[in-house]
């Protein structure tokens, strides 16, 4: 029997498979069918503060519009008991999500203004929520903004709700910046009790016929896996907040990988609205066997034992690694 | 020039003039109208033209709402159009009725006044129906018998063209829309001449038309809703006028002279009675009868009940009349009094001039309730006490309310020159064809005749056939211009048998004792099918 | 005095001034004391909009702060020292009732009018609207003629009938007033014709639906299109001379246009215009085009509803006539029996027609037999027939009024039935799904030939949004506040079911060129047609300018597949069904979800909701399956 056990954030897991923040969290039975299907916690879907703003503002606007000009019409909709916008909605899945499962529910937040980080978490924590993920989606448009603004920006909301909140808080960023373990280390010191790595940028696409910006977002694949199996490796063992692995998992391969790397997580979206959540089982099963077959007795055991420190040949993660991937890149290259 | 005679029932004489002076008919079957929209979808399958020579367009629709609706439709694209219906089927008409008059659109629906379904069903005749009208702005005319219906459909269709004021032209269900009576036909020609061609031109060039686009029908807000509303007053002001002219016009051709209000019976009269329908004829003969006995009695006869014209109404009310009663088709719950009696009532509060009777009220025949002579003595008998009953019914036991007025079952009025017999027959079994036959034999070879039916509710059942004939036999035409004498005799004599064999007790009692003879067809008139659940003529789904 | 609107926008409140205008009656008027009164406001605002969301209340806050910094106050002289005069309402070229009593009730002073003013019979001119110009955007389309490729989009979604277009000859140029915009017509072999299209800037209500279709971009910059809204102040002194020229163009002649495209249409004179329809409306479209397209020729009975509000609410109604004082003639009857009104219509036309032929035929030795056996054989399909049509008709009332007589006077007073009567009857779902099902369903039925246009909101828009039969499953609605648990009646395959009734699904959103074709193969369609029409509606609860592409996603997601049933057809052998729009590529929730009345109860009760949106989109595939196979049925 291996002992699939881990911690993150110091909350106990019995195994490191975490539904990571998506489409099936948006509803109280998805978050039930999450927990069914072997998930160690769940992330919640983001709540976006300017979706909560607009969304307040666009349901006011379009509840009111039109109404009492005409006198037939005095209004178009009718009042629902229970239609609420703004975050009161989120914080009640939250609230319901926490009585009826029995697993770490860990709230996501995007916030957009200072103010919203800070009220929002606060909010999300007296709901229930065991942690909090900030996902700080940010794209620095703005040509005067400096890379040390951006950084800054970062700590600063880390810092402003560190302070502010009891449970852990996890921070959720991309893989953009000079120095990403440099970026890694300062959050660290400004008290994130996890990093998530990483988040997917919204990468808008063109349509040419009617030439306007579409959205487009696809489910992650494998391929991905490898930028944050490159950073956990780094990372593993030089912070003191937990990690997890979040993007491009798909089949026990990558949980496996992104153990050995040293995430304390392994986080999964694409997977489950492929599969089903049930494929959350699935991936546990694997991993069990995996670790089995190779005589571990522990996640515990497994965890890090290839990550940058641990490697034979360090440089596989650095500079070196990648002079040998241009070289088998030519060679591996296809004959037609 | 010879006028042509023809015996047929209420319905088949409005039908005939209502086809001959339109061009589209919207129907809808309805109890007891049925007949005058099937006669006008027969006479247009069979390409019978208008007296303008076009065949009228017939189209059936699925509710008198939607009739009401085409016939709104085909007036405001300037044909003159027409509908048939009764009771619940004007009802439904209500909605447009409204628009129709709001416009000014001339059109006449002609109506067989039936009771509306309250505590029951009924399908037989009073005045709920058309009573319930009252506020839409439609001229209301009212006929009282077979030949009235034939005339004032006629009268309705000048008067509205004139006026532009619509008209419900109504008579009494089954008492006069299934009474087969012997007729003077209006021909074609004194349809063009009542009708000038000129209004019914007028008629087309107010019609909507892209060539001259114009929106009706608009939403008006509280600044001028009410102003507009008021500005077709003078309209519905001049419809009496339009309708005693239209009248005057019948009879400088006819000879057949009416007005809005007729008075009928002692000059000085000073117990009146004032009711509008079929009962008329039951009121003239008993006033007849009544005044042979040297009682100073009369009745007012309503024809045209909206506009109500008071100054019509208190000029044709003899001066002489210390009391009144009127006589309403009608009930009202909770209101002060039946419509006709409030109309009255207010007229003579507002009269100059003149010391106001004392004005009693009453409802009688309900739902085909028979009215007969003795119930109009008794009208007459509780008038000539010092402290009548101000309001009351009459025709029915009210032990109840304590309604009701006594009456003296034997009290007849009887012409000793009238054959009547009574026929029971047994559901199709040929009595009513058979005495409709008779009827026109009658009517066609001999003399003056009348039929009335009474019919079970059940599909198929007893049923009893009044046939009456008068007598002497009249060779020539009768002389209607000379007086209400002859009237009398052709209607009075008629409606004897109406009333007077209106019920099996009484006919059975009289046909021994007078000139009367009594068939029976079938076995037993206790026989009584009780096969059929639904009424024979009640409303098709 | 305060710039209210100024300051809602600063606040975030957009239009709405309501927090600011009570918190300066509060703060001027004395009623309360000031501050006792400001924390009442703030209260209040804390009730009434708790339930909207934290947001809208601090924004609220935020205003009542903004007003009491920017109230100022404005001295008032003893006496009147201003020398500028009212102009007044309408001009001196108004028709005299349009100057004499609809500018009095468009002033506000309509109670002031006495009895006599008013027509006896609710008669009304048409084609008041043009006289009040509402002014009521304060952005306003601007086209650019570089960027145009004249398809006619922007004129035909446009709600108000603001956007026009006109071809003529480029020595018409030299009258143009300097700020006139002109192009080269998009069309080879007619090098010296130009085009222009001509905004109504003081009719538009700003909706924006005319940028939102607009399909050309400028190559350089693929933000601009070539409509774009601009503010209005800037160009309205400019477009107002502009469109004093464009007035004077001719309206091109119908019988050289096109009637069979979008780019064809925008040339014909809209006689459906400047409506009191809310901004960016869903429904006028529909009745702009068929005016365009039949509006000469045209009687509308129009059912209660939206549609006889905004056509015919006093004071200014919207249904006009062209330059030769044709135009669609319109009434309402009720809301129930509008069918059976229309049936009317029709039944009037066709005697009043029988009649017109059999007196032409009685007195052709009188009028010329060349001439009554031209009109009587005349085919009026094409609009250069009907022009040839009416030609012979006014000669043949020309030659009737030099006779006398009843039967010459009898024949003149339904002559001109002779030209094809076009009887439409226009309503709204609540209609025609509901409470005047019966009577549609029976016109139909009559084989007679009508013309329905459903304007179908899926709502009773006009009383406020309450549910109707067409309003679809998992949608919320007044009287359906738990969502719509049952399905929207398919009213196209009812009629369908009748086999010689024309029937047409359109969403003009999705595909004008669709709804022109269904238009006009209904008109001429010799017995009943009936034409569904998508209608977007802020009861949807929508932003108004997205109205086309919830249309396009409706009917992408096979929620509204635009179909065509043309029992004419099967002359030819063919499938008289044609589905118009190709299988779902969308899903139903994606157009759903974009539009309040289903977000409601997404939120509200996500279980539920999400129980019926999975029976609403099995619903949508079980009946694209039907439908598919109806289509693919041999003739």
Known sequence: ?336 | MARAFATIDGNEAAASVAYRLNEVCAIYPITPSSTMAELADQWSAERKPNVWGSVPTVVEMQSEGGAAGVVHGALQAGALTTTFTASQGLLLMIPNMYKIAGELTPAVFHVAARAIATHALSIFGDHSDVMSVRSTGFALLCSSSVQEAHDFAAIAQAATLRSRVPFVHFFDGFRTSHEVAKIELLSDADLRALVDESQVLAHRKRALSPEHPVVRGTAQNPDVFFQSREASSPFHAAVPNLVAECMDELANRTGRRYAPFDYFGDPNAERVLILMGSGVETARETIDALRALGERVGVVQVHLYRPFDARRFLHALPTSARSVAVLDRTKEPGAPAEPLYMDVALALSEAQGRTAPQLIGGRYGLGSKELTPAMIKAVFDELGKVAPKRRFTVGIDDDVSGSSLSVDPGFVTESERTVRAVFFGLGSDGTVGANKNSIKIIGSEAGYAQGYFVYDSKKSALRRSHTCASVPIRSAPPTWCSGRASSRATNGGCSSARTCSSTLRRARRCCSTRRTARARSGTSCRTTSNSASSSEASRSG | MIDAGEVARRAGLGGRTNTIMQTCFFAISGVLPREAALAKIRGAIEKSYAVKGREVVRKNFEAVDLTLSSLARVPVPEAVTSRRYRLPLVGDHAPPFVREVTARMMAGRGDELPVSAFPVDGTYPSGTARWEKRGISRVVPVWEPDVCIQCGNCSLVCPHAVIRAKFYPDKRLEGAPAPWKSAPIDARGFPEIRYSLQVYVDDCTGCALCVEVCPARDKQDSSRRAINMAAKDPVVAAERENIQFFESLPWNDRSRVDFSTVRGAQFLEPLFEFSGACAGCGETPYLKLASQLFGDRMVTANATGCSSIYGGNLPTTPWAKNAAGRGPAWSNSLFEDNAEFGLGLRLAADAHLEQARGLALELQDLIGRELVAEILGAKQRLESELRAQRARVDELKKRLTARAGPRPLALLSVADHLVRRSVWIVGGDGWAYDIGAGGLDHVLASGRDVNVLVLDTEVYSNTGGQASKATPLAAVAKFSAGGKSTGKKDLALQAISYGDVYVARVAFGANPQQTLLALREAEAYPGPSLVIAYSHCIAHGINMQHGLSQQSLAVSSGYWPLLRYNPAARASGENPFSLDSGAPRTRFREYAYNELRYRMLQQASPTHAEELMKRAEEAVTRRWATYAEMAGRGG
């Not at chain 1, 307040?56 to 019409?73: Q, T």
């Not at chain 1, 937040?109 to 800070?118: A, C, E, F, K, P």
């Not at chain 1, 790397?261 to 066997?289: F, K, N, P, Q």
Request: proline letters at 5%.
């Open chain 1, 1 to 336: 029997m291996v002992d699939l056990s881990t911690r993150y954030m110091g909350l106990p897991l019995e195994h490191p498979l975490v539904a990571s923040a998506g489409p099936l969290t948006k509803e109280l039975d998805g978050i039930k069918r999450l927990e069914d299907g072997g998930a160690a916690a769940i992330v919640m879907f983001s709540l976006f503060e300017e979706q909560i703003r607009h969304e307040a503002a666009a349901a006011e606007h379009l509840s009111e519009v039109g109404s009492e000009s005409f006198a037939e019409s005095l209004s178009y909709f009718p009042s629902i008991g229970g239609f609420q916008v703004g975050p009161e909605r989120y914080l009640e899945l939250v609230r319901r999500a926490r009585e009826s499962v029995g697993v770490p529910i860990i709230a996501s937040l995007n916030g957009s203004s200072d103010d919203g980080w800070v009220e929002y978490a606060r909010l999300l924590c007296q709901a229930g929520a065991a942690a909090i993920e900030l996902n700080v989606y940010f794209v620095p448009a703005d040509p005067s903004l400096t890379g040390a603004n951006v950084e800054q920006r970062y700590l600063d909301i880390l810092g402003a709700v560190r302070s502010e909140v009891p449970v852990p808080v996890a921070i959720k960023l991309g893989p953009f910046f000079s120095s990403f373990a440099n970026m890694a280390k300062r959050l660290d010191d400004a008290g994130a009790d996890g990093l998530v790595l990483f988040n997917r940028f919204y990468q808008p696409d063109f349509d040419l016929e009617r030439r306007e910006v579409v959205p487009a977002l696809e489910l992650s694949t494998p391929r991905e896996a490898r930028l944050p199996l490159l950073w956990l490796g780094v990372l593993h063992g030089q912070l003191r907040a937990s990690l997890a692995a979040s993007t491009g998992v798909e089949s026990p391969v990558e949980v496996v990988k992104y153990l050995l790397a040293g995430a304390d997580v392994v986080m999964t979206t694409s997977s489950l609205l492929r599969h089903g959540a049930g494929h959350l089982a699935e991936l546990r099963a694997g991993l069990e066997t995996w670790l089995s077959a190779h005589d571990y007795a522990s996640v515990a055991q497994a965890r890090g034992s290839m990550s940058h420190r641990k490697v034979s040949d360090p440089t596989a993660f650095e500079r070196g690694n990648y002079v040998r991937a241009l070289e088998s890149y030519d060679s591996r290259r296809p004959s037609r």
